[in-house]
């Protein structure tokens, strides 16, 4: 059976940063885990999906808390399970990796050049937030210090490398009132691709906490940084991509998108596989409040038969379908539902549970978005 599936590997709970809005800890569990995904299962699951699932492309992203604590023994183990499978099993599964860069050494670089075939697109993800004084409100060690100094070194040891980096930027209280510092600043660090991430944080009352921000205040900042872009664009030698102002213009011109937040298909082309064995949808559905809607089992006791079903049909092992279902009532006659697609759905869902005034500005914020980057776009081609 063929199979295009993202896992995403918590391959820990730990991290060695603490982070002020760290979602992760902050939504499921207030506590840092030291627990490590013991890599023999790990290498035992992925043999076994590459027998369930024979003609399969698998991406395996490397995720944490933060993957680089499990050390490069663990990492090589991992890579070579993946080789070995490849070979063995014809199917292609490549990695991914998602880290915070203060772990990244030349030993790290050099593990990731020697398997550079089957890293995603040759990328490495990395997390910062903006200049050194916004950096260093959200993005601390575990004593406290700044993060700065150690990833900016990191992007400049990957600017010599020949793996390319990406930027993921989480937009919060810490930056939301400085978009201008935020692009000159990214844009300087020279990687051609950079994410912006809202830091959706509230309390049981939809009160923003932990550098949260509202749906409006994002929308206005990415505005702003649209704005920017297109001043910009005469002047710039490559191209320089923003998301989710990219995957938005490509929804306007009716190519394909990649982002799940922007397609009809959304959370059922992930998985996400936990320390202890759990497989869930996304990581961004709450453990407490959603497990009906996406814990899928446990690869520990599960059956091939409902493997299979779990990773064709994800929707079947939990009530995914019917919170699909009751998340788009909303969106059926919304004049901008072809572009929007309905947006992250348990995002919406939490915004809901604490305010109502919160989940319908996640809508405000979506038209105001994307109206600005329609009207932008259709200027620039009438005077083109
Ligand atoms: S680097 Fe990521 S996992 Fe670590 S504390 Fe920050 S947000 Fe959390
Ligand atoms: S939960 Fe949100 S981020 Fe995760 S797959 Fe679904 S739409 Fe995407
Ligand atoms: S703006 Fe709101 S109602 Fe419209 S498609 Fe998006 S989530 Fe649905």
Do not use: I, Q, Y
């Given at each position: 059976m063929s199979l295009a599936k993202t896992i995403i590997i918590k391959s820990n709970m730990n991290c060695n940063l603490r982070c002020k809005y760290c979602y992760e800890f902050n939504r499921n569990g207030n506590t840092y885990d030291s627990t490590v995904f013991d890599i023999n299962q790990l290498c035992y699951f992925i043999e076994r999906m590459a027998q369930v699932f024979p003609d399969s492309k698998i991406l395996w992203m490397l995720h944490g808390g933060e993957p680089l604590i499990n050390g490069l023994d663990y990492f090589n183990t991992f890579v070579e399970c993946i080789k070995r499978v490849n070979r063995e099993y014809g199917v292609e599964f490549k990695i991914a990796l998602q880290t915070?860069?203060?772990?990244?050494?030349d030993e790290w670089i050099k593990a990731l050049e020697d398997n550079i075939d089957l890293l995603s697109e040759r990328i490495v993800s990395v997390s910062i937030d903006g200049t050194k004084e916004i950096n260093d409100q959200a993005r601390l060690s575990k004593s406290g210090k700044s993060s700065y100094n150690m990833v900016l070194d990191t992007i400049e040891r990957l600017r010599k490398s020949s793996l390319v980096y990406t930027t993921i930027s989480v937009v919060g209280e810490h930056n939301i009132d400085k978009p201008d510092e935020v692009f000159s600043f990214i844009k300087s660090l020279g990687s051609n691709l950079c994410k912006f991430i809202p830091c959706y944080n509230y309390d049981n009352n939809g009160t923003p906490e932990l550098l949260g921000i509202k749906p409006s205040d994002f929308a206005e900042f990415m505005c702003r940084i649209f704005d920017l872009w297109m001043h910009d664009l005469p002047k710039q030698d490559e191209w320089f991509v923003i998301d989710p102002i990219a995957t938005i213009v490509s929804k306007l011109s009716g190519t394909f998108v990649t982002w799940c937040e922007y397609r009809q298909e959304k959370c059922d082309n992930f998985v996400c596989l936990y320390p202890d064995g759990e497989l869930w949808l996304c990581d961004t559905f709450n453990h407490d409040s959603m497990r009906e809607n996406a814990f899928l089992g446990n690869i520990k006791s599960i059956s091939d038969e409902a493997l299979i079903e779990t990773f064709s049909s994800p929707g079947s092992r939990c009530n995914y379908d019917d919170f699909y279902k009751l998340m788009k009532e909303k969106c059926q006659k919304c004049d901008i539902a072809e572009y929007c697609c309905s947006g992250c759905l348990p995002c919406r869902a939490e915004m809901q549970r604490c305010s109502t005034e919160l989940f319908n500005d996640y809508c405000k914020a979506k038209h105001r978005l994307i109206n600005h980057i329609k009207e932008g776009v259709s200027l620039a081609l009438s005077q083109s």
């Open positions: 915070n860069a203060t772990l990244l050494t």
